[in-house]
């Protein structure tokens, strides 16, 4: 099974700082890579597919990136409604498996 | 607007059974294919189960295989998770997502309590 593992696993920064979330792969996941944002208390909701694809509705101050192993979560102006614990999900292959997540919070 | 309702959760004993429903709405459920992921208290993300637009397709993930069945009616609609031999590990808010094979859609989760 492809292991995935998040860094920071708690993150705190201020409102407008530019904020990246990284996702490492256990291995080669072919940038099928999906970013989840969970907000406290609700459903999990699709941001990024496929390492760079912003989902329809999604702000566009969120971006991804990356290749091979390592993929990276970027928001480039925090705002106050950010807040809350981001996944990572790998999709190359079966079993799909999600990183253990970020929390991001306000400083 | 794309809708998914799950229903059937609950508090059940170990070693019994449950069957958790996912009505949908909004799209053309038979173009889709479909999944299940759970969320124990407090902690992360684990993906289920996922079937494919037919039916005929499915996928489980190692701590349910075996155990768990996912199913769906496409006349109805309607997405299922059968959960034979529970455990208290298996103790999770349930979500049904629409399988693009991105999740792009999520219903609100139903909560299953495993205790005796």
């Known amino acids: 099974d492809i292991q995935m593992t998040q860094s920071p696993s708690f993150l705190s920064a201020s409102v407008g700082e530019r904020v990246t979330l990284s996702c490492r792969a256990s291995?080669?996941?072919?940038?099928?890579l999906d970013w989840y944002q969970q907000k406290l208390g609700e459903a999990p909701k699709l941001l990024i597919y496929?390492?760079?694809n912003l989902h329809t509705g999604i702000p566009s101050r969120f971006s991804g990136s990356g290749s091979g192993t390592d993929y990276t979560l970027t928001i480039s102006s925090l705002q106050p409604e950010d807040v809350a614990t981001y996944f990572c999900l790998q999709r190359n292959s079966w079993p799909l498996t999600f990183g253990s997540g970020t929390k991001l919070e306000i400083k | 607007e794309v809708q998914l309702v799950e229903s059937g959760g609950g508090l059940v004993q170990p070693g019994r059974s449950l069957k958790l429903s996912c009505a949908a709405s909004g799209f053309t459920f038979s173009d889709y294919n479909m999944a299940w992921v759970r969320q124990a208290p407090t902690k992360g993300l684990e993906w289920v189960a996922s079937i494919s637009y037919g039916g005929s397709n499915t996928h489980y993930g190692d701590s349910v295989k075996g155990r768990f069945t996912i199913s769906r009616d496409n006349a109805k609609s309607t997405l299922y998770l059968q959960m034979d031999s529970l455990r208290s590990e298996d103790t999770a808010t349930y979500y049904c997502a629409r399988h693009q094979p991105e999740m792009d859609a999520w219903g609100q989760g139903a909560s299953v309590t495993v205790s005796s």
């Open positions: 291995q080669n996941i072919n940038k099928y």
């Open positions: 496929n390492t760079n």
